[in-house]
C-alpha cells in the first residue's frame, strides 16, 4: 500500500482513530467521559501547532485553511480529539478503580491544566530546546507538581505514560510497516529526519514521539488520579 504524503498526517490519525472507537465500545460506562475529554482538548491542537512547527515538523495536509497568520489542520483536531479521549481510557484503566466515573469539577480545569504545560514549555523553547522536548518537559512538570502533592499520583502517572508510549509505537509500527512508502512520508513530515539524537528512531517509529507520548499520558494519569482519586 502506497500512501501520498499529503495524505500521511490524516492516515496516522485513523490508526489513533481506530484505538478510540475501540475504548469507546469495549467501556460503555466511560463513554460520556470519552467525549468530554476529547472534544475540552480540541483548541490544544492548533495552539500547540504553532511551536511545533518551528523546528519539530510539517506536516502536509489535504484539510487545512488559514486563520489569519496560523495555519489550522483539520487533521490536528481530529488527532487531538482521539488523542487525548483515548489516553483519558488509559489513565482510567491505569489508575486506581474509581465508583464514580463522571466529570465533577469546572470543565475549564482539563483546558487549563494543557495550557500551563504550554506556558511551562514556552520559557524551554525561546532558549533553544526544541519544541517537542520543551512541551514535554511542561507535561512531565505537570505530573510532578501532582505527585508532589498527592500520595500515589506518580505510580499511576508513570504507568499511563508507559501504556501511552506503548500504544503509540504499536500504531505506528503497524502503519510504517503496511505501507510501502513509510520512508517518505517521514522525510516529508518530520523536520528532525536524520539528526543526531532527535533523529533516532525504533523500528522507523521517531523516538521524539514515543518520549512525547510517555509525557503525555505521564499527565493525564496525574490528572486522572486527581479528579477521580
Not at 475501540?22 to 500547540?48: C, E, H, V
Request: proline share 5%; with cysteine; net charge positive.
Amino acid at each position: 500500500m502506497n500512501i501520498p504524503p499529503q495524505f500521511a498526517y490524516l492516515f496516522l490519525t485513523a490508526g489513533f482513530g481506530i484505538v478510540w472507537i475501540f475504548f469507546f465500545i469495549r467501556f460503555p460506562k466511560t463513554r460520556k467521559t470519552q467525549l468530554i475529554i476529547s472534544a475540552l482538548s480540541i483548541p490544544l491542537g492548533p495552539i500547540i501547532e504553532i511551536l511545533y512547527f518551528q523546528d519539530y515538523w510539517h506536516p502536509l495536509s489535504v484539510l487545512e485553511f488559514n486563520l489569519g497568520p496560523f495555519r489550522i489542520l483539520i487533521e490536528d483536531i481530529a488527532f487531538v480529539f482521539f488523542f487525548t479521549g483515548l489516553t483519558g481510557m488509559l489513565a482510567h484503566i491505569s489508575g486506581k478503580r474509581a465508583k464514580n466515573l463522571d466529570l465533577k469539577i469546572p470543565l475549564g480545569f482539563l483546558i487549563g491544566v494543557g495550557l500551563i504545560s504550554i506556558l511551562i514549555a514556552l520559557p524551554l523553547f525561546y532558549f533553544g530546546l526544541n519544541s517537542i522536548l520543551a512541551t514535554s518537559a511542561g507535561f512531565l512538570a505537570i505530573a510532578t507538581i501532582a505527585a508532589i502533592t498527592k500520595r500515589q499520583t506518580l505510580r499511576y502517572s508513570v504507568r499511563c505514560g508507559l501504556l501511552t508510549a506503548l500504544t503509540m509505537f504499536a500504531v505506528y509500527f503497524i502503519q510504517f510497516h503496511i505501507v510501502s512508502n513509510s520512508e517518505e512520508m517521514i522525510r516529508s513530515t518530520w523536520l528532525l529526519y536524520d539528526k543526531p539524537v532527535l533523529g533516532i528512531r525504533i523500528a522507523k517509529v521517531p523516538l521524539t514521539e514515543l518520549v512525547w507520548g510517555f509525557s503525555w499520558g505521564t499527565m493525564m494519569g496525574a490528572v486522572r488520579h486527581y479528579i477521580f482519586g
